[in-house]
């Protein structure tokens, strides 16, 4: 019997670069890629990808200030460099290569992301990504949470005797859990493979799935190469890829059940309507997100 292999929707290289805060250089893929949109990627409603930069070393640590958000998770992985993040809620943390941060705004919250201190000084090669995970309407409005995890406690699947590594940060593969919790079933693994090693993946037709090439080279189900930077998306026909690493490579691999509710979105806040989202200024102009420093 011949397996079926999961279609191939697209193969999208990084949009046009745009800063975010004066730290962060990052190439959108969604929602601005209309082959996306807001919807196709759903749970995810954003990713931004700071590829790798050279940081030229400052004494000022260089980020994003003061902001809010409301409605939907902001997810951080960092491949190269350290982040510093602080919030309203009280809860701060540093991720550092391989680690990643987990933030619910839920109902609001004010935080602030910057490049770590010290990092800062140093400079050097700085990596990441940024997803937005939006909440169904019945947890918009959740308590603020952060959960920080680090790589060392994350659940790792070895491949081939340690060639590779599948690391998951959220959902499960192969019977292994990662430790994130999340409102609604997302898969988020990073797969660390070395050239000539591979993977095989299987989700539901109806989840969104796609990933993110963050270094080397791969071919899925045996097609044309794939160069790093690119994301691919799927289709929803099959259920099963293979990765198989050209090069040394490190993938992020994304998969969710979709969130089947209408999206409004302006700048920080993300909704079920425009009526939610003038609330959620209101909300915040009267101080209801709470105080943080700048
Ligand atoms: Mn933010």
Do not use: C
């Amino acid at each position: 019997m011949s397996i079926k292999y999961k279609n191939i929707d697209a193969i999208l290289p990084p949009p046009a670069p745009h800063m975010v805060g004066d730290g962060f250089r990052v190439h959108n893929f969604f929602p601005s890629y209309s082959k996306i949109g807001m919807q196709g990627m759903s749970p995810f409603f954003l990713m931004d990808y700071n590829s790798k930069v050279i940081i030229p070393p400052s004494d000022i640590p260089k980020g994003v200030g003061v902001h809010p958000h409301r409605g939907f998770e902001t997810v951080t992985i960092a491949y190269h460099g350290k982040v510093a993040h602080n919030d309203s809620a009280g809860n701060s943390g540093v991720i550092g290569e391989g680690d990643v941060q987990w933030m619910t705004a839920g109902a609001g919250v004010l935080h602030k992301e910057y490049h770590e201190k010290e990092f800062s000084k140093k400079g050097g090669p700085f990596q990441m990504v940024q997803l937005w995970v939006n909440l169904p309407a019945k947890h918009k409005m959740t308590s603020p949470k952060y959960q920080g995890i680090e790589n060392k406690s994350m659940s790792k699947y070895q491949i081939d005797n340690k060639k590779g590594v599948v690391e998951i940060i959220a959902g499960s593969y192969k019977g292994l859990n990662g430790s994130a919790t999340s409102f609604t079933p997302v898969n988020l693994f990073n797969v660390k493979l070395t050239a000539g090693t591979s993977a095989d993946f299987s989700f539901k037709e109806s989840f969104n799935t796609g990933l993110l090439i963050i270094e080397g080279e791969i071919k899925i189900n045996d097609l044309k190469s794939m160069e790093e930077d690119n994301f691919v998306l799927f289709g929803h026909e099959g259920e099963t890829f293979i990765i198989e690493a050209l090069k040394d490579s490190i993938v992020l691999v994304l998969s969710g059940e979709p969130i089947n509710e209408p999206v409004a979105s302006y700048g920080p806040f993300l909704m079920n309507t425009q009526a939610e989202i003038q609330e959620a200024f209101d909300d915040y102009y009267s101080g209801k997100f709470g105080y943080l420093d700048d």
